[in-house]
């Protein structure tokens, strides 16, 4: 089993600023893939942003420019920097990651169980 634990949500006003960090534990030889969904009620869970173990990138074209995500392989975290907050922004943001628990093993993703980030004046 791989545990998230997501901190950094909170309420900001539109334009500002956030940092989500998440840490990682648990059965883990590698993670392949770190990155963040959100959710907000009634729809389905959406990409945020992920990124490789070896640091390519990839974003929602929403927050495309705005948003940057990043990881530290040493401690097994992923974070999500996030600026020019929108309210449509607002949303419960999960850390996600897909892991290879042994060096043969299969790929399991997993994803935490959220943040709330909400964006209002």
């Known amino acids: 089993q791989v545990q998230l634990v997501e901190s950094g949500g909170g309420l900001v006003q539109p334009g500002g600023s956030l940092r989500l960090s998440c840490a990682a534990s648990g059965s883990i030889f590698s993670l392949e893939v770190m990155g963040w969904y959100r959710q907000t009620p009634g729809n389905e869970r959406e990409l945020v942003a992920t990124?490789?173990?070896?640091?390519?990138?990839n974003y929602a074209g929403s927050v495309e420019g705005r948003f940057t995500t990043s990881r530290d392989n040493a401690k097994n975290m992923v974070f999500l920097q996030m600026n020019s907050l929108k309210p449509e922004d607002t949303a419960v943001y999960s850390c996600?990651?897909?892991?290879?628990?042994?060096?043969?093993?299969?790929?399991?993703?997993?994803w935490g169980r959220g943040t709330q980030v909400t964006v209002t004046s």
């Open positions: 996600y990651v897909r892991v290879r628990q042994s060096p043969l093993g299969n790929q399991s993703r997993y």
């Open positions: 990124v490789t173990r070896d640091g390519a990138t």
